[in-house]
């Protein structure tokens, strides 16, 4: 067995941790400037019916403004929620896909430790039965959403 390889497979470990913890952080980020968009629409939302009771010059004209803000709050909601979703799927699409890439560099990176100690043959035995419910996340073809 070679003495090398103890120091590659913690190297290999470390790596896809990296990896998986940048894709959370990025899956975060994504999702912060999301929020962080549909506040800025609450705010400008709520300056705009601020804005509608102090131009308001009768009681007719305050009267009729609950149905206003109610059918523009609506209009608006369906639309964060469609904006909402766009995000999750592009969000999610993104961290397999980087998910996928990462084990497959995680892989080959502890193939590459193994075969270089003479154990590859043992290591495909070892890992095999881990490895098989992962094999169809890794032929799949990258997403839209990296191109």
Known sequence: MNSELPIQLYKANAELQL????????????WLEAMQLLS?????ETT????????AADW??????PSEVFRRLYQDRV???QAIAQTAT???????DGLRQALTTWQSSVSDAFG???????FAQLCQ????????LVATPQSKAEK
């Open 60 to 65: 007719q004209a305050l009267a009729t403004l």
């Open 48 to 55: 705009a019916r601020i804005q509608g009771l102090q131009q």
């Open 79 to 81: 639309g964060d929620a």
């Open 116 to 122: 270089a100690s003479g154990d590859a043959a043992s």
């Open 90 to 96: 592009k969000g999610q699409a993104a961290f397999v």
């Open 19 to 30: 990896q998986i913890t940048r894709l959370l952080q990025e899956s975060g980020h994504r």
């Open 40 to 44: 800025a629409g609450g705010v400008q």
């Open 129 to 136: 039965p881990w490895t098989q419910p992962w094999s169809a």
